[in-house]
């Protein structure tokens, strides 16, 4: 995944590809973990019905297997104990991660209630005096969507429509939510190389799948309405759309050299920003052709099967 190409033909498909990836990986690693520590000679019940035994000699006080070698005991409740400990970990990281957005959310609409007004150039949304070019959105039941000063200053009017459409797309389709998981992942193997990767992978994908969805926005009669149209895993806007790529493409570049500038001391970070920025901007230039829908279809498919093997795993004897 980290090495193919086709996951920027339909972003879509490739994240939902990846959680696949992610939640079966756990399973399969929890799963491993748990089937060793509840089999035994002769067991032929699966690691749930081996886990209800287990709880059934727990309960009568005969948690360990007669005639069974101490060291096997041993290698078997270390197994069960790693395997309920991952389990927990994975499962307690998601929930932090959720109520760490939350909290950082409700911080940030206290500070907006303080700091931010509106402005006529960008109807609905909030406007912080700040010089520096920024845009971003903060999802939740109130959702907003704060540009600074520096942005209105930088971007014409045609390449904010652009920008607001954007955000809106993130805010429509929860990205929030969807990076959630792999956050969660880089929390629990903070120098995993893989799972930065990945991380870093989704979030570039989930930015190119917000610039497909701001090009389906239809013509605009100006900044107060831009909904969000289109399909789930569609690419590519009609020329009657009143957002262009050129004109989203011409925004991306404003951010970027606006915000490489002065930042010394994250060269390394500064470099992978601008290499996604590149990214992004060459695919709105010059589109890649879509997947055809039996090619999405066999994704789906994939995905499907990846999260079911394990589950079945788990239940089978």
Do not use: N
Request: aromatic residues 4%; charged residues 15%.
């Amino acid at each position: 995944m980290l090495r193919a190409s086709w996951p920027r033909r339909s972003p879509a498909a490739a994240i939902l590809l990846w959680q696949a990836l992610g939640l079966a990986g756990g399973l399969a690693a929890v799963g491993a973990l748990l089937s060793i520590g509840v089999s035994g000679p002769g067991r032929q019940v699966g690691v749930v019905g081996g886990l209800t035994v287990l709880a059934g000699r727990l309960t009568s006080g005969q948690l360990l297997a007669p005639h069974q070698p101490p060291a096997l005991t041993a290698v078997r409740l270390l197994a069960l104990t790693a395997g309920i400990a991952l389990l927990s970990v994975l499962c307690g990281v998601l929930v932090v991660a959720f109520t760490d957005a939350i909290g950082a959310r409700r911080r940030q609409r206290e500070l907006l209630a303080l700091l931010a007004h509106g402005d006529p150039k960008v109807p609905g949304a909030l406007v912080i005096d700040y010089p520096a070019a920024a845009a971003y959105c903060l999802p939740g039941i109130r959702s907003r969507i704060v540009v600074s000063v520096g942005t209105l200053d930088l971007l014409g009017p045609a390449e904010l429509s652009a920008v607001l459409a954007h955000e809106r797309a993130h805010l429509r389709a929860r990205h929030d939510l969807v990076l959630l998981p792999f956050t969660s992942l880089r929390r629990v193997f903070p120098r995993s190389a893989g799972v930065t990767q990945a991380h870093r992978s989704v979030a570039l994908l989930v930015e190119m799948m917000a610039d497909d969805h701001a090009l389906r926005v239809p013509g605009l009669p100006g900044l107060t309405s831009l909904p969000f149209i289109g399909q789930a895993f569609g690419y590519r806007a009609s020329p009657a759309c009143g957002i262009t790529a050129r004109e989203l493409a011409t925004a991306l570049l404003r951010f970027g050299t606006a915000g490489t500038d002065g930042a010394p001391a994250g060269a390394l970070a500064v470099a992978e920003a601008e290499g996604e920025l590149t990214a992004r901007v060459l695919r709105l230039l010059t589109p890649p052709p879509p997947l055809s829908r039996a090619t999405q279809a066999a994704i789906v498919l994939a995905a499907a099967l990846l999260v079911t093997a394990p589950l079945l795993l788990l239940v089978a004897p």
